[in-house]
């Protein structure tokens, strides 16, 4: 699978392309497909609640300078040699010898002023022609207690299987645009731990 990336290239909703074009900063994102997050219905939970920032027992942990998020444990991190160049941090799941879903974190990855901003940006990583949801407002879990970002829900097509996705995105404690992105194929990723993922989206 390749994650879209926030930045210039081919195929913006890619597992494996890395790129796709924005404003100001080059946006980042490793193209599509699984890293990756989900239509409007791929999850209920909002990151709102006091799980938040927990990590299940038995998950992973990526983590990044600025973000931490937990994984399930079927998911695999990427070395800085295996990922995108984009990526601070990144997970793959696996079937078939074929990735069918991805968890990216991208740090800085667009010039924002705001958490508003910086869901702008993100979403330029999404692919022309996907089914893309309204923004949600939501809160993750920070240093000084719930901090607000957004989260952006959406659905596309690649060689034949239908991902979901979800992209939550804001400002980290030194004020610059992060993006945490799950795109997994549909059927792969339950929506219970989606919302474990999203709840555990922790800021330093």
């Not at 404003?23 to 193209?31: I, Q």
Request: proline share 5%.
């Amino acid at each position: 699978m390749r994650t879209p990336a926030i930045t210039t290239s081919t195929s913006p909703n890619s597992l494996t392309n890395p790129s796709s074009p924005t404003s100001g900063k080059a946006l980042r994102w490793p193209a599509a497909a699984a890293a990756c997050a989900a239509a409007v219905a791929l999850v209920a939970g909002c990151g709102t609640d006091a799980t938040a920032g927990v990590v299940p027992e038995g998950w992973g942990t990526l983590k990044t300078s600025a973000v931490t998020v937990a994984h399930p444990p079927a998911f695999t991190p990427q070395s800085a040699g295996e990922r995108s160049t984009y990526n601070a941090a990144a997970a793959t799941l696996a079937e078939g010898g074929k990735d069918v879903g991805m968890i990216t974190v991208q740090l800085d990855f667009t010039n924002a002023d705001s958490v508003e901003e910086a869901a702008i940006g993100a979403e330029a990583g999404i692919a022309l022609g996907s089914t893309l949801g309204k923004q949600r407002k939501i809160e993750v879990a920070g240093p000084k207690g719930r901090t607000e970002a957004r989260r952006i829900d959406f659905e596309f097509t690649e060689k034949g299987s239908r991902i979901k996705g979800v992209i939550v995105a804001g400002l980290d404690s030194a004020r610059k645009s992060y993006a945490v992105r799950v795109d997994a194929a549909k059927g792969r990723l339950g929506d219970g731990d989606l919302t474990k993922i999203i709840d555990s989206i922790t800021l330093k």
